[in-house]
Nanobody, 126 residues
Framework: DVQLQASGGGLVQAGGSLRLSCAVSGLTFEDYAVGWFRQAPGKEREGVSCISSSDESPLYADSVKGRFTVSRDGAKTTMYLQLDILKPEDTAVYYC???????????????????WGQGTQVTVSS
C-alpha cells in the first residue's frame, strides 16, 4: 500500500521555524512529483510547493517564496518542507501529496495528485 506520513507540525511564534517531514512508502519515489499543500479553516486547499520526480527546480507559491524550502533526502523516501520566518497567515493543516502526472500547469491542483498524507497542523501565533 502507498502511504504518505506527514509530521513535524506544531505551535510556533511569528518569525519562528518548523521542519515538516513526509515519509513515503509503497511507491517508486523517482516516478512521482511530490507537493505540499495547506488548508486553513474555511479556505480551499492551497498548493505551497512542488518538487518534480527529477528534482528540477522546486516551485513555490508567491506567498511562501523565500521563506519555505522543499527538499528530498538522498534515498528519496522522505520529503521535507522547511518553514522559516513564519507568519500567522501560515497557520493551516499542511499535507504532502504525490502524483505521477504532474506537469508545470497542474502543480498546484490538488486533483492532479494521486496520494495524500494525513496532514499536520501548523499554528503560528502573533
Amino acid at each position: 500500500d502507498v502511504q504518505l506520513q506527514a509530521s513535524g507540525g506544531g505551535l510556533v511564534q511569528a518569525g519562528g521555524s518548523l521542519r515538516l517531514s513526509c515519509a513515503v512508502s509503497g511507491l517508486t519515489f523517482e516516478d512521482y512529483a511530490v507537493g505540499w499543500f495547506r488548508q486553513a479553516p474555511g479556505k480551499e486547499r492551497e498548493g505551497v510547493s512542488c518538487i518534480s520526480s527529477s528534482d528540477e527546480s522546486p516551485l513555490y507559491a508567491d506567498s511562501v517564496k523565500g521563506r519555505f524550502t522543499v527538499s528530498r533526502d538522498g534515498a528519496k523516501t522522505t520529503m521535507y518542507l522547511q518553514l522559516d520566518i513564519l507568519k500567522p497567515e501560515d497557520t493551516a493543516v499542511y499535507y504532502c501529496a504525490a502524483g505521477s502526472r504532474i506537469i508545470l500547469s497542474n502543480t498546484r491542483n490538488p486533483e492532479a495528485y494521486d496520494y495524500w498524507g494525513q496532514g499536520t497542523q501548523v499554528t503560528v501565533s502573533s
